[in-house]
């Protein structure tokens, strides 16, 4: 079990920075314990990190999970069967720092059927994939559902942003997050711990999408208002990552030092985290490495330190190999060399390839904790560099 923090608070502490870049070690206490960042957050959007146990979980080094999203819970289990097992912890099997989201990416996905969801100022109302049952979420209900979730760190309801060449929409979505930010704040506040007594942070999310004006006039919102983190969203960061770091150059002189910051959606490769951590950023999460694995994409490179900073090498595009190849039939190497996970401390290409190929759930898992290893390894090694290169 891992030791819960005696205080029950959130508390953020600056260990150290980078000399040469943004970098930073952040030490987080959390109710459910400790996390050390940079730190990837594997994705448990429907209370499972599919392929993995939460033993799984901890053997690759991860400390957080982004666990049970807070549209999917609502659809499936129900909160009712999560509050009675009493909470997401518990339902989950896992005992260490927990973030969930407040389901303003699923409402945005939605949206673009307007049959299933409807956005208004006010509201997202949708209905039930699963029972059919219409549901209107507010901010007040969307935090409510992650008080019943029971996570560490929540995220305010946003209207997550399109990449989008319509500034007037754009803005008016940056607009009506704001606003929900305050709404979600405000009933946070008449009770900051969750349905079993833990104490919640709560962290705002930057919208603005691709223009630099309302990225920035965000950012001052978001800043203004003390809350326990920031997180920077929008369907721009993590799928165009060129674009991601350009927006971070533009807000991260703008956050405090003291608050956590968090990219949604960044960490497709090793080489995406390690991009962002360079420009500042503490935590990320993203479905990728897990959902790639399953379907045969296997991170292979090496984690290489050179002119004070950390790089992902590889000779495979993506920095990573597809064991549905044939030429992995036979292969006898591991799937990347050098690389500690338990997958390739025992297995060949070809044994995964054959696993792969005959549809076995071992397959899932193994590839899986390869690919989780090996984005927890890129963080590690940042730490060290950090540590190594320190101001």
């Known amino acids: 079990m891992a030791s819960q923090n005696s205080a029950n608070t959130f508390r953020t502490t600056l260990i150290k920075e980078h000399a040469h870049t943004q970098a930073r070690i952040l030490e987080i206490d959390t109710p459910h ?138 803005e008016d979505a940056m607009i009506r997050t704001h606003r929900w930010l305050n709404l979600s704040k405000e009933y946070h506040e008449k009770n900051p711990k969750s349905a079993y007594g833990f104490h919640q942070a709560l962290f705002g999310i930057i919208q603005g999408a691709g223009f630099r004006d309302l990225r920035e006039k965000s950012t001052a919102f978001i800043t203004s208002l003390d809350l326990d983190g920031v997180a920077i969203g929008g369907e721009s960061i993590g799928y165009d990552m060129e674009k991601t770091v350009e927006i971070l150059d533009w807000i991260i002189p703008m956050i405090p030092k003291n608050k956590p910051r968090y990219t949604m959606g960044v960490g497709a490769n090793p080489q995406d985290l390690l991009n962002v951590i360079e420009k500042g950023i503490d935590m990320f999460d993203c479905v990728a490495p897990t959902r790639n694995a399953r379907h045969g994409a296997v991170f292979s490179g090496k984690i290489v330190k050179k002119n004070g900073w950390v790089a992902f090498e590889s000779n495979h595009p993506g920095g990573r190999i597809n064991l549905n190849n044939q030429q992995y039939e036979t292969d006898t190497a591991p799937i990347m060399e050098g690389c500690s996970c338990l997958t390739c401390s025992k297995h060949s290409r070809a044994y995964l390839r054959f696993l792969l190929k005959s549809e076995s759930i071992d397959y899932f898992t193994l590839a899986s904790i390869h690919n989780v290893q090996v984005m927890q390894d890129a963080c590690k090694a940042a730490r060290e560099c950090i540590m190594e290169n320190a101001r």
């Open 33 to 170: 314990g400790q996390i050390t960042t940079p730190a990837f957050m594997p994705v448990g959007t429907k209370a499972v990190v599919t392929g993995m146990t939460p033993d799984d979980l901890v053997t690759t080094g991860s400390q957080i999970i982004l666990g049970g999203n807070t549209f999917h819970m609502l659809c499936s289990p129900g909160l009712e069967i999560i509050e009675k097992v009493g909470g997401m912890h518990r339902f989950m099997g896992w005992d260490r720092p927990m973030l969930t989201d407040s389901g303003g990416f699923q409402v945005f996905s939605l949206s673009k059927k307007s049959d299933i969801c409807k956005i208004d100022d006010e509201a997202a109302t949708f209905r039930n994939p699963k029972s059919g049952k219409i549901i209107r979420m507010t901010p007040e209900t969307s935090i409510e559902a992650q008080k019943i979730i029971g996570a560490d760190i929540i995220m305010a309801f946003d209207h997550c942003t399109p990449t989008s060449d319509n500034k007037d929409f754009v």
